[in-house]
């Protein structure tokens, strides 16, 4: 059912508080089907198609419709309209987006609707990509405490700084300094009711804690994610939470999870297109790559590739490369592996994306050792494979290709299984059934000709991450 200019505009009036870029997406059909005298004269319903023309990746369309908002004669509410709108588009340039901001600051306005997260996990990889402000935190802190008072307001300013910090300490693996700073933001940004925010934080600590190696129980800690975000906000954090479960799970080796999402809740990037699905897509290329559909990757990666160099999202342009690699490598094309690789590594070193290969961990380190192998070690490479390497000791489950076996286990064969995973002895699982030492060897040899193994402990493992045991 479509809805009246009237209807829309309120709805974009009131699009910090309680319309998110979800809720603009499913009016989707509305906004289109006003024609261009409803849309001069309704300027907020302008937004509504802009956002959904940047959600569709078709950013020139979105520059277009901009000018469709009446010119002003003094500075009101279609001139701010518009400067906001430049703000928040991804091919904007730091030159126009500081200038902007400048204005703004010099006119004492704040416009909270601008959408730093838009549903994304992190604060400096949101709607636009703010990497690039990595080095500059340290250095320029009053500076962009005061620039992100006019998109945020005063009182959020300093702790979405704090944020941002974490974020940048994270990427460059100082990780204590990252705890206590997003510790403390969590706490302010739960008090304030600030959901986007909280959702980014909690995202961060989530990944920290998986760093340490610590206990990370996908279902309960998102659980408390949801619990803490509650209902505001509901509908523009529920896909992404869903698929921040997802990532958790993969290091857990929690396929059942994966397969589950994989299955029914993944977003179809062959059916309604949307850049704010991009974090999901970044999750559904795992998917792709632990069930070896290795073109479906390219064909995903490729055509994520021109709308990320368009909106200059060099974050999520090196994360494509990084698992596209991991992919040809895992197929056995190294050449596409390496040369992939080799872009994903400029980007991290020019950019300090350090966590951004270490936490691929065991996907990755064998490849990066072979990288190195051939085209020789650097204090750079060698620092990257040692905290990379440490990820894949702690999570050695983590992006696993499951294995494939129509071949049906016995309840004995899983039993022996378990039994081995414990360390059990051939004479020790005698014992448990009242059967032969000679008999445990006939079910573990059936047992390694269905696994394709040699080994007890090859066994186990190829056991574990294929979901039998």
Not at 81 to 96: A, Q
Not at 183 to 209: N, P, Y
Not at 331 to 344: P, S, T, W
Request: proline content about 3%; glycine content about 4%.
């Amino acid at each position: 059912m479509l809805i009246s200019p009237g209807e829309l505009s309120k709805k974009m009036l009131n699009f910090s508080y309680s319309y998110f870029l979800v809720d603009a997406r499913n009016d989707r059909e509305s906004y289109f089907a006003l024609s261009v005298e409803q849309l001069k004269e309704n300027p907020l319903c302008v937004a509504g198609v802009f956002l959904n023309y940047i959600m569709e990746g078709k950013l020139k369309e979105a520059w277009d419709i901009i000018d469709l908002i009446p010119e002003e004669s003094t500075p009101g509410r279609n001139f701010f309209l518009k400067k906001g709108l430049v703000l928040v588009h991804p091919e904007v340039t730091w030159k126009e987006f500081i200038e902007t901001l400048d204005l703004f600051r010099r006119l004492g306005i704040s416009i909270s609707s601008v959408v730093l997260t838009a549903a994304r996990p992190t604060l400096l990889n949101g709607f636009n990509d703010f990497t690039r402000l990595g080095p500059f935190l340290e250095k320029r802190k009053d500076l962009i405490i005061e620039y992100v008072s006019h998109l945020y307001g005063k009182e959020c300013a300093p702790f979405i700084y704090k944020l941002c910090l974490a974020e940048y300490y994270y990427q460059i693996n100082n990780l204590l300094e990252s705890e206590v700073l997003v510790s403390h933001v969590i706490k302010e940004f739960d008090a304030k009711s600030e959901r986007r925010l909280l959702f980014a934080a909690l995202s961060l600590q989530s990944r920290i804690l998986l760093t340490q190696g610590r206990t990370v129980n996908a279902e309960s800690y998102i659980q408390d994610i949801r619990k803490l975000v509650k209902e505001a906000g509901k509908a523009e954090f529920s896909y992404n939470i869903d698929a921040a479960e997802v990532k958790c799970a993969f290091y857990e080796g929690n396929y059942s999870l994966v397969n589950e999402w994989f299955k029914n809740n993944a977003p179809d990037e062959f059916s309604d297109f949307n850049m704010l699905d991009l974090y999901r897509y970044m999750i559904k290329i795992r998917c792709y790559i632990i069930t070896e559909k290795y073109a479906a990757v390219v064909a995903l990666t490729e055509k994520l590739r021109p709308l990320l160099i368009l909106g200059k999202r060099h974050m999520d342009l090196c994360e494509i490369d990084i698992l596209l690699a991991v992919s040809f490598y895992n197929a056995g094309k190294k050449d596409l592996a390496f040369e992939a690789l080799g872009r994903a590594l400029k980007l991290v070193k020019r950019r300090k994306y350090y966590r951004l290969i270490a936490d691929e961990g065991e996907a990755v380190i064998h490849l990066l050792i072979e990288y190195v192998n051939l085209k020789g070690s650097s204090h750079f490479l060698m620092d990257l494979i040692k905290i990379t390497r440490e990820m894949a000791i702690k999570h050695p489950l983590y992006l696993k290709v499951q294995y494939e076996n129509n071949k049906v286990f016995s309840p004995m064969e899983i039993d022996v299984l378990k039994l081995l995973e414990q360390g059990k002895t051939k004479e020790d699982i005698g014992e448990y059934f009242f059967i032969s030492v000679n008999t445990v060897k006939y079910h573990i040899k059936k047992i390694y000709g269905k696994l394709g193994v040699s080994s007890a402990h090859q066994a186990v493992w190829k056991a574990r991450i294929s979901g039998i045991i």
